[in-house]
């Protein structure tokens, strides 16, 4: 196709329902803060839209209304357009006559679950049939409206393809995205910002302070992930809106609200040590979270939270209704603001427990621990508690209004939760099932004084601190591959030559292997380092002996005393690619019974050790009949989905009943390692490099794929 150029038009997407009887409404419509050229999955989105007149929004509703009809549509619908930014023509870019990522997004936004209702369309309700889940009373003909707005942020893949070009055009990069939900844009701006986990919490995160004005004017014309920092610095410097819309083509509006954000930095700066009440409950009211205030003013966290309690500066908790309030809503979906009446009850009769998701989904964490959330919730609620998810992914089932009994649509960071905690009071907080995300809130949930149920947080320490792990490994008289802590390059190198190359290098407390590298000499060792302290670590560097050998993992589950083991897998690449980039055998083909022996025992004496309550997973390397251990993780892992559907074995509903106290014996399973399933499962890695332009295509420790597939037969070819 050749076709007529409209980059730069604003990009309006509508989700759109019609049933047989040709009735038809639109469910919610959303605006791209990236004008087009961009993907709409890799731009920053806001619904409701925020800068069409009501003409244009009227024309465009229709518009879709019509093209659906005339398209004979039943079901859910997606139309985008393109609008003339300066006049009232517009463009249709595409129709997706089926449910897309919007219509994860609209879901979540609205509280309209677009999907389950196009399903009751196809075995033909009608719209003025199917009762609206949320608020039992009115149907799903009736239009969703907002009193809040949403902001949806991408997740892209850059920290893991360092080399990778970073620009953003028609071809989407993200793996994943986050939404917040906020009474104003600015505050859904910032609550997306710190929900994104790439060590970002404001406008201030990426430093473009070092360019000059004519550098920093050239950095707009950039479209990539970065922009709206490099608009905040222009903004910082007094460019104008002018400028920067000509520039950039994003809406003025949305420069403003930029503004807004840019000019309570200064505010806070300027306030410094005697920051007031007002100024801090605005600050808030904008969602600028108290670390960032910290650091602007100059006080402490802890001042600013006790100067926020002593004014009752406090997070509300509102409710997603789908009718902006008009009917009251059945389900808990709540999302938080400061200034407001709080919606939420702590009050019940029931224990409560708290589940933390896995937040955006990017290489290394994905879809795999909000299978593990979504299971380990149904089984508390099996076994009487209340469930409480605090997740900030539109695109899981986590999310789904009905999955638990309360959902808290909220970034994941202590001062989040600590809002949540305070209002819900529960009784345990699970952390092994929402991967790296969930594990990194542990000891804030502590001092906020929530136990965390199954393995004690000194024992998931003990795993990743390598001395304390050295420790137990000589008590179970495991080997392991000689390895050294470090903090600095000159550590390393002299660590690298006692123990002779080539070595593993990698941070602690990482998932999906991030910045391990296998060094072969002295300057790997620089260039790794170097690439590792990017990002200021609060933990040492490991430096390994490089064994060369098989991989093979094991999850299983422990009760403080009995071990089940479902399965054993083995990877069929070498030992040093990531077992989530590796092809993965489900029974192990090419080990021993010797070998299946000692790994059976070196897994009972860990889990033992560690006093694994719930799920543990553990990565050994097999060498003739020797074993070694490459590292515990005593929480929920990738390759838990997998080993489940293969083996038929319940493993998440299982730990999870064990964390409430029941034994392996107790729930019908003999302990030890399960009999060998009759065929062959195979998982394969899917990877994304057509995409990622200029990324490194060679395979390591560090993960690269984006997700997976599963072949099952009886024989292994």
């Given amino acids: 196709l050749v076709e007529r150029c409209i980059a730069g038009w604003k990009e309006i997407e509508y989700e759109v329902m019609r049933d047989s009887a040709g009735n038809v409404i639109t469910v919610c419509n959303m605006e791209n803060i990236d004008p087009v050229g961009v993907h709409t999955g890799d731009s920053i989105v806001v619904a409701p839209s925020q800068t069409l007149g009501d003409k244009e929004y009227q024309m465009l509703r229709t518009s879709a209304l019509k093209i659906i009809t005339e398209l004979g549509i039943t079901g859910g619908c997606n139309v985008q357009y393109a609008l003339h930014p300066e006049s009232f023509e517009y463009c249709v870019i595409e129709v997706n006559p089926r449910v897309s990522r919007s219509s994860a997004l609209a879901s979540k936004a609205t509280g309209y679950p677009i999907a389950k209702v196009a399903a009751k369309i196809a075995l033909g309700y009608t719209l003025d049939e199917i009762k609206n889940a949320v608020t039992k009373k009115t149907y799903a003909s009736f239009e969703p409206m907002l009193d809040y707005v949403v902001v949806k942020m991408p997740r892209l893949p850059f920290d893991k393809f360092i080399s990778a070009s970073h620009q953003l055009g028609t071809q989407m990069k993200a793996t994943g995205e986050v939404m917040s939900i906020c009474t104003n844009f600015e505050g859904g701006l910032m609550k997306a910002i710190r929900s994104l986990e790439q060590h970002v919490d404001s406008l201030m995160s990426y430093d473009y302070s070092g360019l000059t004005d004519e550098q920093l004017k050239e950095q707009l014309h950039n479209v990539d992930d970065r922009r709206i920092w490099v608009i905040a610095e222009a903004l910082r410097r007094g460019f104008d809106y002018e400028l920067i819309h000509d520039i950039t083509k994003i809406d003025i509006w949305f420069i403003d609200k930029l503004m807004i954000l840019v000019e309570m930095e200064n505010a806070l ?11 801090l409950k605005e600050a808030k009211r904008i969602e600028f979270p108290d670390n960032v205030i910290a650091r602007l003013t100059g006080l402490t966290e802890d001042e600013i939270k006790k100067m926020r309690h002593d004014n009752n500066i406090r997070a509300a908790f509102k409710m997603v209704d789908t009718c902006a ?58 076994e009487g508690f209340e469930t409480i998810i605090i997740n900030n992914n539109p695109e899981t089932v ?9 959902l808290y649509f909220e970034p994941l ?27 990194k809130l542990t000891e804030s949930l502590m ?3 929530v136990p965390i149920l199954g393995t004690a947080a000194e024992d998931v320490d003990a795993a990743e601190d390598r001395e304390l792990f050295d420790e137990i490994l000589e008590k179970c008289q495991i080997p392991r591959a000689k390895g050294h802590t470090v903090f600095t390059a000159e550590e390393a190198k002299k660590a690298a030559n006692e123990l002779g190359y080539p070595v593993l290098v990698r941070p602690s407390y990482v998932l999906g292997g991030q910045g391990m590298q296998i060094a072969i000499c002295d300057e790997d060792i620089d260039e790794f380092i170097g690439i590792i302290n990017r990002i200021a670590q609060e933990h040492p560097i490991l430096v390994d002996k490089y064994i060369m ?19 054993i897998m083995e990877h069929i690449e070498r030992t040093g690619i990531h077992s989530g980039d590796s092809i ?9 019974e010797g070998n299946k022996k000692t790994l059976v025992e070196y897994t009972e004496k860990l889990a033992r050790a560690l006093h694994v309550k719930g799920m543990i997973n553990i990565q050994f390397i097999v060498d003739g009949e020797d074993v070694y251990i490459i590292e515990v993780n005593p929480r929920s892992s990738r390759t838990v989905p997998y080993i489940s559907k293969v083996t038929g074995i319940p493993i998440v509903p299982l730990a999870t009943q064990i964390i409430c106290g029941h034994t392996i014996r107790e729930l019908g399973y003999t302990p030890g390692l399960q009999k060998e399933a009759d065929y062959f499962a195979i998982k394969m890695p899917v990877f994304s490099f057509e995409k990622i332009r200029g990324a490194d295509i060679s395979l390591g420790p560090e993960m690269k794929s984006t997700g997976e597939c599963l072949g099952i037969a009886k024989t292994f070819n």
């Avoid at 700066?269 to 100024?279: C, F, I």
């Avoid at 621990?369 to 089984?379: E, G, K, L, Q």
């Avoid at 993965?584 to 021993?592: K, R």
């Fill in 269 to 279: 700066k300027k306030a410094g040590k005697n920051l007031d009440a007002e100024l």
């Fill in 325 to 382: 309030a008009e009917f009251a809503a059945e389900t808990p979906y709540y999302y938080s603001c400061f200034g407001s009446e709080n919606e939420a009850e702590g009050e019940t009769e029931k224990r409560k427990v708290l589940v933390l998701g896995s937040g955006p989904i990017r290489i290394g964490q994905g879809i795999e621990f909000d299978f593990c959330s979504v299971h380990s919730t149904w089984a508390f609620a099996k």
């Fill in 398 to 406: 986590s999310t789904d209004f009905d999955i638990a009994d309360k």
């Fill in 413 to 439: 960071t202590p001062e989040d939760v600590e809002s949540i905690v305070d209002i819900e009071k529960p009784d345990g907080a699970v952390v092994q099932f929402g991967g790296q995300t969930a594990i």
């Fill in 447 to 449: 001092k906020m004084g």
């Fill in 549 to 567: 050998g098989k991989e093979i993992e094991v999850d299983a589950i422990c009760d403080g005393t009995d071990i089940l083991i479902p399965g």
């Fill in 584 to 592: 993965s055998v489900y029974p192990a083909q090419s080990i021993t």
